[in-house]
């Protein structure tokens, strides 16, 4: 089974506005944790943001933030105020306690920031 | 902070040559893995170091490829003999299991992009 599904293979957002990025999450350890990186076309892999399986208010970083829902294992990702640079792949990630903290990552979502 | 450096950061080699990727981890970082990045399989974690220790190489597809890590400030991947199957980006990055349930998260690498002819 797989442990991150990211359904959206790729997403379309207009300049300005706001967009959602999925990942839901399987795991049966109660210590995780769940990361977004960016990896844009010069491919470099950058951090974004983290939310704890503890923490219980959503985790923000600027104009990212990370609706995280346990009960339904979901860690979306919103960018708020999509610009052209948004561009590029997200990765969500999961690390568990019980796998001896390796990050796992989905599949990717591909979005296109429009001008 | 220089961040993680791997070199080199392209290699092209012939079918059969022995590759050998580098990686420097940011310093103070106790963790360090390995991840292989393709179209067709996302990113695949290799193998991974917590204190210079390999703690699983479950990831390691064949016996072609190996790794080591003989002190805290490098680590190397080599593949040998290569194949063009193993045409792929790899990345190194590291951690430290330090803060609120190690948020301080994983530094990558800005990557090897690996291409066998």
């Known amino acids: 089974a797989q442990k991150i599904t990211q359904t959206q293979p790729g997403m379309f957002v207009q300049e300005k506005e706001a967009v959602t990025l999925d990942c839901t999450y399987d795991t049966s350890d109660q210590s995780y944790g769940l990361f977004w990186y960016k990896q844009p076309s010069s491919g470099e892999m950058i951090f974004l943001i983290y939310?704890?399986?503890?923490?219980?208010q959503n985790a923000t970083e600027g104009r990212y933030s990370l609706n995280f829902q346990k009960a339904r294992k979901s860690a979306n990702l919103v960018i708020s105020a999509s610009q052209l640079g948004d561009s590029a792949m997200y990765f969500c990630?999961?690390?568990?306690?019980?796998?001896?903290?390796?990050?796992?990552f989905g599949k990717g979502t591909l979005l296109t920031v429009n001008p | 902070d220089a961040g993680v450096i791997q070199s080199p950061r392209h290699e092209v080699t012939e079918m059969g040559q022995e590759v050998t990727l580098r990686c420097k981890p940011i310093?103070?970082?106790?963790?360090l893995f390995w991840y292989r990045q393709t179209m067709m399989r996302g990113l695949e974690l290799l193998i991974y170091f917590n204190n210079n220790v390999p703690i699983d190489d479950s990831g390691m597809p064949e016996d072609r490829f190996s790794a080591k890590m003989p002190n805290a400030s490098f680590s190397t991947l080599k593949i040998q003999p290569s194949e063009p199957r193993d045409s792929a980006v790899y990345f190194c990055?590291?951690?430290?299991?330090?803060?609120?349930?190690?948020?301080?998260?994983?530094?990558f690498g800005s990557g090897t992009r690996l291409t066998v002819v």
């Open positions: 990055a590291s951690s430290s299991r330090t803060g609120r349930n190690g948020e301080s998260g994983y530094t």
């Open positions: 310093s103070g970082h106790n963790s």
């Open positions: 990630a999961m690390r568990e306690r019980g796998s001896n903290y390796k990050l796992t």
């Open positions: 939310q704890g399986s503890y923490d219980e």
